[in-house]
């Protein structure tokens, strides 16, 4: 396992490299930089800001100066917030994407596979239905609808929360269940399917058989190899959470990383660009590799390759 | 999935007609399609869509006249669905936005099942090695922040899509066609993006089909390499590549609402259902409906889609390989 891990990590090194480089020189080709917006900015001004953050040195020196500080843990300074460090911005916000983001994810998994396994117990009965229709519900209802509406029905017009920020516990509410729900219907689809799968196989019957209670033969028996394909399914809804949390911090004025990546994209902030796309992609390479080792771990028939 | 019942059990009626004709797969496959309601009726809501967002531009008013009398009026019987706060009709901007959407939808599927089902079908011919090392290269990519490279695919073009918008104009002298540049650049961008799965089951087809008996015997008769991958490999992949496309197009029609959501996608005086939303979110403390109505038509849609999709798997008995 560990020997798998190891490739794992050393497959992802070339892959990180890619994506920087790619990302430097594709930024430095758009037109305008990060310093074109602003006002009555004098050419000398300019020629001084750019020495400042070292753009007047040759492109390829500066990919290099970039890679070593980035040895060094360093992400450079922003272009766009004076004397605040790309390291900073992240330390600042990434916290409360990450609480969105997790909060979001026991949502999805707290509603959704109990919703999944009841659904496939109770087989054609009106909770299945029901279970069908939310699945439905929450794949064709897209995050950037349901938000604005909870927020219309549950803040606007029945007054209960706040319909943005990010202060009190209460405010957290309403953007976690939007960003969790989406998932919680994948999941209740991909629970209950499995459910089904394993229900019909002839371990099953034999713990029955055996006299175990339906309660003991469904959590004991069924749930570990009704859950692989939610355990499948984690990864890529893990960085459907982190990608959602763009909209979902824009919708509810949430201060987090999300919308700070789609802000410094719209302002050609370079570092922080690169800096956040680099953690976003190493974040999910990470989860992704615990996905794998979980689902080796759930299920003893695959082996780690 | 979800418990729409395929009825897939042959119809018991068989007429002696059909008997002594036989019936191709693709017969089989309508009948029980036809028998699929949900799948039907998201096939019927479809064509009342599509037809309007195509044909009701041409008879109603147009989505950029405004209406100085009522700005921002609730739904009445001058608007049917409102207008919005420059005073122009909802119900002309969702048919005019819907072209849009769809018009993506559809284009940036045709692009990424144009490259999914080549890299595919590559792959699971050459075999080997070669296989290998570009499945390997679909698992990576597969692994990463696909969104986040949309995103940043948009901005890297923004240049492309200003020259074009200006060969629009000063070339073509085709006004009215502004922001057209930005359209062409998700197609690209969602196409570049949206192909892996496509890739991974076209190539998983054509690697058990290669196998089959039936190749060997065309391959026994002296058929060339091209005849065997026309006549006979693709005709059978063609069933999954219907089902996935159908599935794709939804997913598409998403990530350009999503873009547009977040302002990185059409651009105005363009409009498309996803940005409509984004303009409707922004004002629906005072007027709803310009979120509800975008919001629910974006949404039937692709409950219409996914339906179809659905009924489509069960018709062709698609096995999915990967849900």
């Not at chain 1, 917006?37 to 390829?60: D, Q, S």
């Not at chain 1, 700070?260 to 922080?272: A, K, Q, W």
């Not at chain 2, 792959?123 to 986040?148: C, E, N, Q, W």
């Not at chain 2, 062409?184 to 570049?192: M, Y």
Request: hydrophobic share 50%; aromatic share 10%; with cysteine.
């Amino acid at each position: 396992m560990l020997r798998f891990i190891a490739r794992r990590f050393l497959e992802t090194i070339p892959v990180v490299l890619i994506i920087i480089t790619a990302t430097f020189f594709m930024l430095r080709f758009v037109p305008g930089g990060p310093f074109t917006a602003e006002k009555a900015v004098t050419p000398e001004i300019l020629r001084n800001l750019e020495a400042h953050y070292g753009l007047n040195k040759p492109l390829f020196q500066q990919y290099t100066d970039y890679l070593v500080s980035l040895l060094h843990g360093d992400l450079g300074p922003s272009f766009k917030y004076s004397n605040r460090t790309v390291n900073e911005i992240i330390a600042d916000k990434l916290p409360v994407s990450l609480e969105l983001g997790s909060l979001s994810l026991v949502v999805a998994l707290v509603i959704g596979i109990p919703l999944g396994v009841i659904a496939a117990i109770r087989r054609n009965s009106w909770i299945d239905y029901l279970c069908s229709s939310f699945a439905m519900i929450g794949i064709c209802v897209p995050t950037f609808v349901l938000g604005p509406l909870l927020v219309l029905f549950f803040a606007i017009h029945l007054g209960w929360m706040n319909a943005s920020g990010w202060y009190s516990p209460v405010d957290r509410v309403l953007p976690c269940l939007t960003l969790g729900c989406v998932y919680a219907a994948y999941l209740a689809r991909l629970t209950r399917g499995g459910m089904l799968e394993v229900l019909s196989l002839d371990y099953i019957r034999t713990a029955r058989a055996k006299g175990a209670s339906e309660t003991r033969v469904i959590f004991r028996h069924a749930l570990r190899g009704g859950l692989l394909p939610v355990v499948t399914f984690l990864g890529p809804a893990i960085a459907g959470i982190l990608t959602g949390s763009f909209v979902i911090e824009t919708i509810f004025q949430i201060p987090g990383l999300g919308r700070e990546f789609i802000t410094s994209v719209f302002n050609r902030d370079y570092t922080l660009v690169l800096g956040t796309v680099m953690l976003y992609a190493g974040l999910i390479i990470v989860l992704n590799l615990a996905v794998d080792i979980a689902q080796v771990w759930l299920n003893p028939k695959l082996k780690f390759e | 999935m979800v418990s729409l019942s395929p009825q897939s059990l042959p119809s018991a009626d068989v007429s002696v007609d059909q008997l002594e004709h036989g019936s191709s797969p693709w017969h089989d496959a309508w009948m029980r399609l036809r028998k699929n309601r949900p799948a039907i009726v998201g096939a019927v809501v479809l064509i009342v869509i599509t037809l309007l967002c195509i044909a009701g531009p041409w008879f109603s008013q147009s989505y950029r006249e405004q209406d100085l009398q009522l700005v921002a009026s609730a739904p009445s019987g001058a608007h049917w669905l409102g207008t919005d706060v420059l005073g122009r009709d909802l119900f002309a901007r969702i048919l005019f936005g819907g072209r849009i959407s769809l018009m993506v939808g559809l284009v940036a599927t045709v692009v990424a099942l144009t490259i999914g089902v080549t890299y595919g079908a590559v792959a699971g011919f050459l075999g080997g090695k070669t296989d290998a090392v570009m499945m390997r290269i679909v698992d990576i990519i597969y692994a990463l922040p696909f969104t986040i490279f949309v995103i940043l695919l948009m901005v890297f073009m923004k240049g492309p899509a200003e020259h074009i918008d200006s060969w629009l104009r000063n070339t073509a002298h085709l006004d009215g066609w502004q922001g057209f540049g930005n359209i062409l650049l998700l197609f690209a961008a969602i196409g570049a993006v949206e192909w892996l799965t496509m890739a991974r089951i076209v190539r998983g087809q054509v690697l058990s089909i290669k196998r089959m008996e039936f190749i060997e015997a065309a391959r026994a008769l002296g058929y060339g390499r091209r005849r065997i991958i026309f006549r006979h490999i693709i005709p059978n992949v063609l069933g999954p590549i219907i089902v996935y496309a159908t599935l794709t197009v939804p997913a598409v029609m998403l990530l350009e609402a999503f873009l547009s959501f977040l302002g990185l996608g059409v651009q105005p005086p363009m409009s498309s259902w996803g940005w409509l939303i984004k303009e409707g979110s922004e004002k629906m403390e005072e007027f709803w409906w310009l979120l509800v109505f975008p919001g629910g038509v974006f949404s039937l849609t692709l409950f219409s889609l996914n339906f179809l999709g659905d009924g489509l798997r069960d018709a062709l008995d698609v096995r999915a390989s990967k849900d």
